[in-house]
């Protein structure tokens, strides 16, 4: 299919774009709201020192090592679901493909 829509003005990288954002349905509003939470994947150890005093005073949730600091609400939860099966989908398309899930499961990468 996206060989056969490609052309000089829509090029085949633009395409495989378009058609990955609509199967994982990511549109425009999905970008314009705001973060509910920032998920944590890597961190040096001066970093470190810094997100946990940051996480008390935070007023939306850190996950950090799979574990929110504070309670997710019900819509923060849908997102963080929504994010890990579309990652999966990207990840499953890889060469080299890995359960996306690891970085909720196996902590935040230390440098």
């Known amino acids: ?20 954002s609509a199967f994982l349905e990511a549109d425009q509003q999905l970008f314009k709201k705001a973060v509910p939470y920032l998920n944590i994947l890597g961190i040096t150890k001066r970093g470190e020192a810094q997100i946990k005093r940051i996480a008390a005073n935070a007023k939306i949730p850190l996950i950090y090592s799979g574990k929110p600091s504070i309670p997710l609400d019900k819509e923060s939860e849908i997102l963080l ?20 899930y690891e970085d909720l499961t196996n902590g935040v990468i230390k440098i």
Do not use: G
């Open 1 to 20: 299919m996206i060989n056969a829509t490609k052309t000089k003005r829509y090029t085949e990288a633009r395409i495989r774009r378009l058609v990955l």
């Open 81 to 100: 679901n929504k994010e890990v099966v579309r990652n999966n989908i990207y990840s499953a398309l890889l060469y080299d493909p890995h359960p996306s």
